[in-house]
């Protein structure tokens, strides 16, 4: 677009010129042979009575009234386009400016992953809701509970400020998270087996479901040090 | 310009085979493919999961980067029958439907088969052919028929083109319109192997001592035809349908995408996924499983805005946006 602005700008400029220049140098060009004296407009003829008339009687042109019109229509375009450049820039300032100032204000809004650079506290929140994600699984249907349960580790990533993107799936951010406080690999990958079967497939989703997921549930917070026989 | 086959259009009816069955045996695919195209199991995957939704696949890469011996390769493992028909400026439809020919001992009109008729087809530099020849194979591929002369032939089941287009050297090539790049489920790229890919590339040439590949055939048209049915019976969560259908819709209102995707690349996403799942050994389709085939699905789908064709905006980083702004579906749905 500003391409686009800039370009019929030049334009605009090349004809301006073009147009306060003159007809002669346009039409005619600079004259180099001295004996050539035809296409000079002549001014030196009497005056005649059609003061109006733009042509004279031997076809030269005499537009000066006209080009001015024209120069002054241009330069009024230009003065527009100037005008309307002005303030586009200035309003894309102020809205760039507003951004910077929100954005400064709020600080850590857009959380992203690197925030999490101390996983400490991410570890601690775990251990401060493990044994509240383990009844959560002890409960209800199979299926609903290893859902809640796993959907449980975004709830504790939100409160360290880490919440999940909304384009980001549950699982791709838990794992990321679960990998950050370097959770037993093996047991989170269990435990996620367990939660998309349940979350997106008509399986039956029994008894022994729920107890593989218990047992990789326990496996992940003895990895991260929660539980009996954690070190 | 056409190499010779032969295959009955009748099929005999695929005997059932559970989605465990059809993913160990679209892995054993994949695994002998890789013998002879080096270190491409993504792009592959892709491709596999394309035809698994009986879908096309369009091919679009540099010279020499493996798009006729991968499809040669599939079509051996695959073990269906194979064509190959180089698509050039003077092909006409009849060229590759088939024509009627005049039978002097019989005194009659016969149908001769063109190279439509087989498993799967490779239409290689399908923009190098006038529009004419290629709606005549596009047609073929959306009907699954031939019509000539008015008399309907049915083309053999599974029936799949893999078609390929050179990114550079436009001159005298004729572009496929959007309408007609909407025919093909997928746009898939093999892009450069790695500096390692390469060296084992070399290496396995000089080891064997021939140019051809030997691979061993996996399954066949019957088989195939399973494992098509077996696809068919994954489950798409509604949150996950629903996925599909924002992504293919926010195409639509990216500032970039002067057209965006038709409902075919919603319907498209579904069912490559379905595909795509099967292949990694699930039933059930995740949404991890459409971001997978989404770009492959929708690029080709999309038209950017003619101003910005100076710009690095382009089909792929539409999808791309938009994979970083539709939200996926959650673990809990919010009641």
Redesign the interface.
């Known amino acids: 677009m500003a391409l686009t602005v800039l370009a019929v700008g030049v334009m605009l400029l090349m004809v301006m010129l073009a147009a306060r220049s003159g007809p002669q140098r346009i039409f005619a060009g600079p004259l180099h042979d001295p004996n050539f004296r035809a296409v000079t407009p002549s001014y030196s003829l009497p005056p005649t009575p059609q003061v109006g008339n733009r042509h004279g009687g031997n076809g030269v042109i005499h537009g000066d009234a006209f080009f001015r019109i024209v120069g002054i229509l241009l330069v009024a375009a230009f003065a527009a386009l100037l005008c309307w450049l002005v303030y586009h820039g200035v309003r894309r300032l102020h809205e760039a400016l507003r951004t910077y100032r929100r954005r400064s204000k709020k600080g850590s809004e857009p959380v992203d992953f690197e925030v999490l650079d101390d996983p400490l506290e991410l570890r601690e929140e775990l251990r401060r809701g493990a044994d509240e994600q383990l009844e959560l699984l002890l409960g209800g249907t199979p299926r609903n509970a290893i859902v809640a349960c796993w959907d449980r580790f975004e709830d504790y990533a939100e409160r360290v400020d880490a919440s999940r993107k909304y384009w980001e799936t549950s699982s791709e951010f838990t794992l990321r998270l679960l990998d950050l406080v370097s959770a037993d690999p093996a047991a989170v990958s269990r435990l996620e087996a367990l939660y998309r079967e349940a979350r997106f497939s008509d399986h039956d989703i029994d008894e022994d479901r729920r107890q593989a997921a218990v047992e990789a549930l326990r496996a992940i917070h003895l990895s991260l040090g929660i539980g009996a026989g954690a070190p | 310009m056409t190499q010779p086959m032969s295959q009955p259009t009748s099929q005999p009816a695929a005997s059932p085979i559970s989605v465990t069955e059809a993913s160990e045996r679209a892995r054993a695919v994949l695994d002998e493919v890789e013998k002879a195209v080096v270190g491409k199991r993504l792009p592959l995957t892709l491709v596999l999961s394309a035809v698994l939704a009986k879908g096309h696949v369009l091919l679009e890469d540099f010279p020499g980067l493996g798009k006729t011996l991968a499809a040669r390769s599939l079509a051996r493992v695959l073990g269906l029958d194979f064509a190959r028909v180089q698509f050039t400026p003077d092909l006409l439809p009849a060229d590759i439907t088939g024509s009627f020919l005049y039978n002097q001992k019989d005194g009659n009109f016969e149908f001769r088969r063109g190279p439509l008729f087989t498993g799967l087809l490779l239409a290689d530099e399908i923009n190098r052919t006038p529009p004419k020849t290629q709606s005549a194979l596009l047609e073929a591929m959306q009907e699954h028929q031939v019509t000539v002369e008015g008399e309907t032939f049915p083309l053999p089941a599974p029936f799949h083109v893999l078609a390929t287009a050179n990114p550079i050297e436009y001159e005298g090539t004729y572009p496929l319109p959007e309408a007609q790049l909407d025919r093909f489920l997928m746009r898939v790229s093999f892009g450069y192997p790695t500096t390692q890919e390469e060296h084992d590339v070399v290496t396995r040439r000089l080891a064997r001592q021939q140019e051809d590949v030997e691979l061993d055939q996996v399954t066949d048209a019957s088989g195939l035809r399973a494992m098509q049915a077996a696809v068919e019976t994954v489950?798409l969560?509604e949150?996950?349908a629903r996925y599909c259908v924002d992504l293919a819709t926010a195409t639509r209102d990216h500032k970039d995408v002067l057209t965006g995707s038709s409902p075919r690349g919603s319907l498209g996403l579904a069912l490559a996924a379905r595909g795509f799942a099967v292949i990694r050994g699930?039933?059930?389709?995740?949404?991890?499983d459409v971001?997978a085939v989404s770009r492959a699905v929708l690029s080709h789908r999309i038209t950017v805005k003619p101003?910005l064709w100076m710009t690095q905006a382009s089909g792929p980083r539409v999808v791309d946006a938009v994979?970083?702004?539709?939200?996926?579906?959650?673990?809990?749905e919010p009641s």
Not at chain 2, 282 to 288: L, T
């Open positions: 489950t969560d949150s996950v699930r039933d059930y389709v995740i949404p991890e971001k101003e994979l970083a702004e539709v939200p996926t579906p959650r673990a809990l």
